[in-house]
């Protein structure tokens, strides 16, 4: 199973847009995918049409210890499934300070889980507390998506910072796969400097065989569409709501290409459980 988090400290870049669509585009495909909210905002989980009522199952109750992923998980349709998130997570970074392990909780919760998938995409908070860091040591891989700003590129460095800290100090396995562009509006001479400043440092990575030599920017850049806004106050994926719109035509193609990988990804390791720790 690949565990992909898509990331981005800044908000309004793409973010949910791209977890939700790449993971609907997946299933489209025939892939199972799981796709897991990770932020108190619950966007992800309003864009698929979900909103909570009292007593359902949050991935809130899975991280305090009062439900199982299976028991929050709900089915979307035959490929496609979702862990649902609720404003209480936001209570999460203070209900698990005092928590041995607390950056690992989730990735226990994976490692338990019965059910099978072949992707696991993680809709993460803008913010780097232990929701993210939650969300880092159980991927494999991070997506950045990235409008094609000037500043965007400020966040870039400190956002690669915290991937680097992860993998050295909780998570030797994960990497950054590669940058997303979103709300690309191609004519424009800055999207253009903006993309070819990212794939420099890229290059540049390769060259000298540095941390993020394996990394690159996705050929397929999701282009600036009103249906793409739109979709989500429909509750729909853009395929549901304007399956022939450029934004349907653009994550179609990054999920083909993400299926077309050929790199290599690390072995998905055999975590300890928290609870075998003292045995």
Known sequence: MRRIAIINQK????????????????????????LLDLDPQAHASLHLGIVLGAGQ???YHCLTGQATLEQARQRIDDHLWVVPSHIDLAATELELAGEVGREIILRELVSRDTEEFDYLIIDCPPSLGVLTLNALT?????FLPMQPHYLALHGFSKLLRTIELVARRLNPVLTLTGVVFCMLEGGTRLAQEVIAEVEEFFANERRSNGLWSEASTFETKIRRNIRLAEAPSHGQTIFQY????????????????????????????DWPLLSNLDE
């Open 11 to 34: 908000g309004g870049v793409g973010k949910t847009t791209t977890a939700v669509n790449l993971a609907a585009a997946l299933a489209e495909q025939g892939q199972r995918v799981c």
């Open 57 to 59: 199952n949050s991935i």
């Open 138 to 142: 159980t991927a494999g891989e991070v």
């Open 242 to 269: 304007a399956g022939s719109s450029h934004g349907a035509e653009d994550y179609r193609q990054l999920a083909l290409e993400v299926l077309e990988q050929t790199t290599l990804l690390p072995a998905e390791p």
